[in-house]
């Protein structure tokens, strides 16, 4: 005997009616027949449709992309696809609607029912994003970092976030700094330390041409920021730093990619050869960031540090915050310095001055990148995947 199951669809529609029912073939193209004694096991990696893709939107692309093939690396025979969520009325692409308002404000019991509705009843579910509700099954959930708690200009947090981490069969985080926060904050149990990765496009980027960096309004020398305008991305700090050392380096400018926004604005107004780029899109970040004279990531709080392990990867030196989880990506491999502005300009005047160690630093930095890779990634969330089969 056989039963019928629908690739595509994740509840009823008016054209098949059917999940995982004994409807005929022909009720829908989308069905394929399956033996009864031997369920396909099933991944749904969860995610939300966002207007502007930061560092998160680069880990779940990544992992997606390889989750195929290192399932079947261990235990051929998953069926993977993805399910994109937006809200109500969102224009963004998506394959499901959700009131991510009310879910955002619900308990744990009400989240759960809409994860039944929303959810193969079998799957392993990986959820991508606290704001989606947990499914019926296995339950995976990625912890970037913790700022929604921390920082009151941050989103505030699901309200049923804390609980439904207790509750996941895996919490995966992306530092050790993340999963120990997790523990001594929220409560969570055991959770699993899985690094980000960073693209080979990083390990094989050239600096932009002299017609690219015109587009962008930018010239020959600059030292690079990439990311958000968050308190907690401390640019009040860098524009400290910025006016400590900018005299000193007349034709080196400060870039600062990323959306701008009022604050931004206003924190850099009255300091010189400050560029705002804006969202550099992904095909030139590579480029970017391999023709900067230094990349600097001044964060106070940063749950992995994307930026500064691309910088690495790129053969660009590296000025980072001793805070959070940066130590871990850069260990000694980049200048690590205090979040104020000394020493964050100590930090960029020492990798500005062009010195012999500044060549010794980038090779080790260039190798200690490559301990960092998205398919070592995909393989470790496999073996988690593969655990929690029905």
Not at 191 to 210: D, I, K, R
Not at 211 to 236: C, F, I, T
Not at 355 to 380: G, H, M, N, Y
Request: net charge positive; glycine share 8%; aromatic share 6%.
């Amino acid at each position: 005997m056989r039963a019928i199951r629908c690739r595509t669809k994740t509840t009823a529609s008016p054209r098949c009616g059917v999940y995982g029912g004994q409807r005929s073939r022909s009720a829908c193209p989308d069905h394929v027949a399956v033996p009864l004694r031997s369920r396909v096991p099933e991944l749904v990696i969860a995610s939300t449709a966002t207007e502007v893709p930061m560092g998160a939107q680069a880990y779940q692309e990544a992992i997606a992309a390889r989750a195929q093939s290192a399932l079947d690396s261990i235990t051929p025979g998953w069926l993977v696809r993805r399910s994109v969520a937006r809200s109500i009325r969102s224009h963004l692409e998506g394959d499901i609607r959700l009131p991510f308002g009310r879910l955002a404000r619900a308990g744990v019991l009400v989240r759960r029912s809409v994860g039944v509705l929303v959810y193969p009843p079998n799957a392993v579910v990986h959820r991508m994003d606290l704001e989606l509700p947990p499914p019926p099954g296995p339950d995976v959930v990625t912890l970037h970092d913790l700022v929604a708690w921390d920082f009151p200009d941050e989103s505030p947090p699901v309200r049923a976030a804390a609980e439904e981490l207790r509750r996941a069969d895996r919490v995966i985080c992306v530092s050790e700094y993340t999963a120990q926060r997790a523990v001594d904050q929220l409560g969570v149990r055991d959770p699993v330390v899985v690094p980000n990765g960073v693209g080979e496009e990083f390990f094989a980027a050239t600096p932009l041409t002299a017609e690219q960096r015109s587009e962008l309004g930018l010239p020959d020398e600059y030292v690079l920021y990439a990311g958000g305008s968050a308190r907690r991305k401390n640019l009040p700090a860098l524009a400290g730093a910025w006016s400590l050392i900018s005299r000193r380096y007349q034709q080196t400018s400060l870039a600062l990619a990323g959306p701008i926004s009022p604050a931004r604005l206003s924190i850099f107004a009255a300091l010189p050869r400050v560029r705002h780029l804006g969202r550099v899109s992904d095909a030139l970040m590579p480029g970017l960031v391999a023709g900067a004279r230094a990349v600097v990531v001044p964060s106070l709080t940063e749950g992995f540090g994307l930026p500064a392990l691309e910088a690495m990867a790129a053969g660009v030196p590296v000025v980072a915050a001793r805070t959070s989880s940066l130590p871990e990506v850069v260990g000694d491999a980049g200048f690590l310095v205090p979040p104020n502005p000394n020493g964050i300009a100590d930090g960029l005047e020492a990798a500005l001055e062009g010195t012999s160690e500044i060549r010794k630093l980038t090779d080790r930095a260039r190798k200690r990148a490559r301990r960092f890779t998205w398919d070592r990634s995909a393989a470790v969330h496999a073996e988690i995947w593969a655990s929690l089969a029905p």
